[in-house]
């Protein structure tokens, strides 16, 4: 098992470094073309949602690849004290309302990331919250993991 840790500044400029490192260890790992797209998008998803729950700058988004004998997981992480983890998992107002925009662009994110990914977690404590994307490597049909051509 390797592990690869990345922290970018949480600004959405910065995301296209969380992509690249990420094609980077899917391909160490011989994802196929396809599965390394899909878990770009889902890593971008994951930092944009982060990014978009803090309230201001503050501590670096953290990124975590533990690769794994059939797996890829990836942990993106927002910590500090300007980490707003009501944004990302919101509560309803004292009226049972929620702001239907913020939160259809989370349910989108959400989906897209459930769509691209075979296991997507959310979780909330110690100051932080964080996304947990897993992608399992799928054997081509004759049995062997995909090439990384």
Do not use: W
């Not at 259809?104 to 100051?127: A, P």
């Amino acid at each position: 098992m390797e592990i690869v840790d990345l922290r970018i500044p949480p600004r959405p400029e910065y995301i296209s470094v969380a992509r690249l490192a990420t094609a980077a260890v899917a391909a160490h790992r011989a994802f196929t073309y396809d599965q390394i797209e899909d878990l770009k998008v889902a890593v971008s998803e994951a930092c944009g949602m982060l990014i978009r729950s803090r309230r201001g700058g503050g501590d670096p988004i953290a990124l975590r690849f533990v690769e794994e004998a059939d797996a890829l997981d990836i942990t993106v992480e927002a910590h500090g004290a300007d980490v707003d983890p009501r944004t990302l998992f919101p509560d309803p107002d004292a009226t049972g309302h929620r702001d239907a925009t913020a939160g259809d662009e989370r349910e989108l994110c959400v989906f897209l990331m459930h769509c691209l990914v075979d296991e997507v977690r959310r979780s909330s404590g110690d100051g932080g919250i964080a996304l947990r994307l897993r992608k399992r490597q799928r054997e081509n049909p004759n049995g062997s993991p995909p090439s990384a051509e």
